[in-house]
């Protein structure tokens, strides 16, 4: 790529989520070519002056411009999107990257989405060489991470790979994303318009490629369950139905190295088998209720609005735990993803910035294409993500 004005374009910094990582951004990496960038120039003129950077540069792109798009996309190495929820306003910026040669990362849990654009955009990324890169936040580089480090170390020990991997949500705290609510009732009035949505959500393989035979994972845990190796009840989680299509479609791009039995699954740690059944009924009527249009309406009032999210007392305060285990039948070895700050927003605005570091910063040994964390970042974003207080660690093995 020839050497560009920015090493990195901001879109979206206006909003709630923009504002963190803009906020991250002028704090710590102070040598860096940036621009913000939206549709609003008195917002962001307003988020420049909260900066105190006067000279930071600041470009208006319309999401649905394409003219617009191409001009502000060809002055970046690479863009950070924040503007969700993406099947909604993500495709032509995507595409503009694809077809500019300039790298791309977001923080979209929309599997359908994902799942509409690799056919009409992944060539175009591959023959510009614009690495793009989906899920770049709390979903899903724990989990995705968490199993690429996890299997070197199985490796590093055991000398082959684990055949079975299980990520548990462990403790956390923290407040509720208004984007995410935001881009789970659009996926929820999406799919219950078009059943073809509804399959794709609900498909394991959803996000694998197509020219790749999908395993013999099956759909993501909805009831209770107890885990041996975790001595623990467990129930569902929210984000483990993007999740673990995003590990999947990291092993099959890296070419199915751990076998292609490999499976993979995701569940959320419980103290006690009640809480279990709560979590379990709770997330079940919350998810039946998205997908009708009065319950929805209802869901909308009592949930954050786009924009919103907790203060910053409850983001710094926040923390979360992720916990992955692994087997080939005969030993075991555990990993534990401790992260400080809030997961949804104070956490993930940090590992979205760090994602767009290493688009922008390393050397990458992938190409062009459409990617996961895991499958394009791999190591490198291994060794930033303690710079923002997230850290990998061997906690037990046999």
Not at 86 to 99: D, I, M, N, R, V
Request: proline share 5%; aromatic share 8%; net charge negative.
């Amino acid at each position: 790529m020839s050497e560009r004005a920015f090493e990195i374009i901001l879109y979206g910094a206006s909003g709630f989520t923009g504002q963190l990582v803009a906020e991250y951004l002028a704090a710590e990496h102070a040598d860096l070519r940036w621009a913000i960038a939206g549709r609003n120039r008195q917002k962001l003129e307003h988020i420049r002056d909260k900066l105190m950077l006067p000279d930071l540069p600041i470009i208006i792109a319309d999401s649905h411009e394409t003219e617009e798009l191409a001009a502000m996309v060809g002055q970046a190495r690479t863009v950070i999107s924040t503007v969700g929820p993406y099947a909604q306003y993500g495709t032509p910026l995507l595409e503009a990257c694809a077809k500019k040669g300039t790298h791309y990362c977001d923080l979209t849990g929309e599997a359908q989405w994902m799942a509409g654009v690799f056919e009409q955009i992944n060539p175009m990324a591959q023959a510009s060489g614009a690495r793009l890169v989906h899920c770049c936040g709390f979903d899903s580089i724990p989990s995705d991470l968490s199993v690429y480090f996890l299997q070197q170390e199985f490796k590093k020990r055991y000398g082959h790979y684990a055949s079975h991997i299980s990520g548990r949500m462990g403790r956390a705290a923290g407040g509720v994303s208004g984007g995410t609510v935001a881009s789970l009732m659009f996926v929820a009035e999406q799919a219950s318009k078009d059943t073809s949505i509804r399959d794709t959500v609900m498909d394991p393989y959803a996000l694998y490629p197509a020219a790749v035979a999908p395993g013999n994972d099956v759909s993501d845990q909805a009831g209770i369950a107890w885990d041996e190796n975790f001595e623990s009840w467990t129930g569902p989680f929210v984000m483990a139905a993007i999740n673990t299509k995003v590990v999947r479609r990291s092993h099959a791009l890296a070419g199915l190295p751990y076998g292609a039995d490999f499976r993979y699954d995701e569940s959320q740690l419980c103290s006690n088998r009640t809480k279990a059944l709560l979590s379990a009924g709770g997330l079940g009527v919350v998810m039946a209720g998205t997908f009708f249009s009065p319950t929805r309406a209802v869901l909308k009032k009592l949930l954050p609005n786009p924009g919103e999210g907790p203060d910053e007392a409850t983001r710094n305060n926040g923390f979360f735990e992720f916990w992955a285990h692994g087997t080939d039948g005969s030993h075991h070895l555990r990993v534990k993803v401790s992260g400080q700050r809030d997961p949804g927003y104070g956490a993930t605005s940090r590992m979205l910035a760090q994602a767009g570091l290493c688009l922008s910063r390393d050397a990458l040994s992938v190409g062009g294409g459409i990617w996961t964390p895991a499958s394009a970042l791999g190591d490198a974003l291994l060794g930033r993500l303690p710079d923002v207080d997230i850290h990998f660690s061997v906690v037990e093995d046999d």
